[in-house]
């Protein structure tokens, strides 16, 4: 089975610090997404990387950095939270050659900044 | 910018009762994904459609890809409670070499005994 792990289930932050939220998975997958979930708005890709140290804007890049130094590990970085930056935020991988598209996600981070 | 409008955003209903959950977009996509997510988990992938028309059935669910690629429907038959959760459909845009999918608004389902 395909497991993506995420670092925290739940954190708090204040305004203007600097977070980091962690994802890994352990299927040599090639590709790994950064999402956010907000209620009636779906998920929307704020990052993604389809190689080691390789990164490209999704739909929501603003505020948000990420770094990819190793293939199953995927990092976003909020270099100072603000109180919109609270929401949940999902990991996802896929493997390249995969034909069905199918992307494993990891449970979340539920991110309240305060 | 392509949008998948999914609809109702919430259905509440008894166990045993029958269930369609739409996805619509006025785009095209090469193929179209329907996951669930239960309470304290990620999303988990249910089917993939493919060619316009596509009907597949999982169970008590079956899912139809419109004609032109551009909606799908879900629909449950005599549900029950272990089906509640948030349904999301996702569209893969039919562009070359990508694989950003287009999440729909999400449709929250909560089936009571």
């Known amino acids: 089975d395909v497991k993506v792990t995420q670092s925290s289930r739940y954190l708090v932050k204040r305004t203007g610090e600097k977070v980091f939220l962690e994802c890994v998975q352990d299927m040599d997958h090639e590709n790994m997404f950064w999402y956010r979930q907000d209620p009636g708005l779906g998920l929307r890709l704020i990052y993604f990387?389809?190689?080691?140290?390789?990164?490209e804007k999704g739909d929501i890049p603003e505020g948000y950095s990420v770094s990819r130094e190793k293939k199953e590990r995927f990092s976003l970085i909020l270099e100072s939270a603000s109180t919109n930056q609270t929401s949940m935020y999902l990991c996802?991988?896929?493997?390249?050659?995969?034909?069905?598209?199918?992307?494993?996600f990891g449970p979340g981070t539920r991110l309240t900044v305060l | 910018t392509q949008l998948l409008e999914q609809s109702p955003q919430f259905l509440s209903i008894q166990e045993g009762e029958n269930l369609t959950v739409y996805c619509n977009s006025s785009s095209v996509f090469s193929s179209l994904q329907w996951y669930r997510q239960e309470p304290g988990e990620g999303p988990v992938l249910l089917v993939t459609?493919?060619?316009?028309?596509e009907v597949k059935k999982l169970k008590r669910l079956t899912f139809q890809f419109g004609d032109a690629r551009k909606d799908s429907s879900l629909h449950i038959t005599a549900a029950q409670p272990g089906d509640t959760g948030l349904y999301l459909c996702?569209?893969?845009?039919?562009?070359?070499?990508?694989?950003?999918?287009?999440f729909g608004t999400g449709t929250r389902l909560q089936v009571f005994p």
């Open positions: 996802a991988s896929k493997r390249d050659s995969d034909d069905t598209d199918t992307q494993y």
């Open positions: 990387s389809y190689d080691v140290k390789m990164k």
């Open positions: 996702a569209g893969l845009p039919p562009l070359y070499n990508t694989d950003k999918l287009i």
């Open positions: 459609v493919v060619t316009g028309g």
